[in-house]
């Protein structure tokens, strides 16, 4: 079963993922990074108009998130380059790369056609997707046998978008968890592989829930595989009747949220 990996660079979400399938000796023929930051015209327009939407101090936040996860990259690269780095963990996928010679690729499009002739030349049976930035198009889609499926924080349908985990602090609810999914070209609305609950403690915030939901579902990521390649897999339909779509919050509804939070603890 050849699998391609596609996540955001220098994320550390989906590195529980990755080293499972290498634990189990699972045949990774690709990782793709989608480039986090970009600094083109186009990008430079994009990140004004999150700005004005959501407030600089969220995207002050997910710059300095980013860049702190490349600033550990860099210290263990040098560490491993003079042969005294010792092995507690990775930060990022990047950091995985280098103890495991893996084909990878950083692309600023999954969705353009260079893209998708890599895909295609690779000959993927199906496709992971965790903390993307990007909607993959229906030329991505066809290409991997399988499928491509999504790795999402949240118990779909509900809480479908790209901030679950703030939604669910916000909204106070009891549990999360992470759902694999089939993906076609609308948002977490595929078909349903598995899901796996996880009950958010009174001291959660969206970084601790990102971290333990990937623990979470790096457990199970070996049984998705496994099913699909025994032709097991009991899809469930998503009802669309009980489905929830929340979008990235603003900076009023993130400043309410830390309120929130600080009077709870």
Known sequence: MRIV???????????????????????????????????????IRRILRKIRK????????????????????????????????KKTGYNCVEELLLDYSLNSYVVGDMNSPESVKVLEEIKPDMIFVCTSSQILSRD?????????????????????????????????????????????????????????????????????????LAKLGSESIIDVVEQIEKGTVRRIPQSEQESSYFPQPTNKQRKLLVNMRAKKS
């Open 5 to 43: 990996f596609l996540t955001n660079s220098y994320t550390r979400t989906a590195t529980p993922y990755i080293e499972k399938l290498i634990e189990a000796r699972k045949e990774i023929v690709g990782i793709f990074f989608l480039k986090t930051i970009k600094l083109g015209k186009k990008d």
């Open 54 to 85: 959501y407030g600089l101090r969220h995207m002050f936040m997910r710059v300095r998130e980013t860049l702190n996860v490349k600033s550990r990259y860099v210290i263990f690269f040098i560490l491993k380059k003079m042969k005294v780095s």
């Open 140 to 212: 991505v889609l066809r290409v991997p046998r399988y499928g491509c499926i999504n790795i999402h924080a949240g118990l779909l349908p509900k809480y479908r978008g790209p901030a679950s985990n703030f939604w669910v602090l916000f909204n106070k609810e009891k549990k999360t968890g992470v759902t694999f999914h089939y993906m076609t070209e609308g948002i977490d609305n595929g078909d349903i592989i598995l899901q796996k609950e996880l009950m958010i403690l009174p001291n959660d915030t969206e970084d601790t829930l990102d971290i333990r």
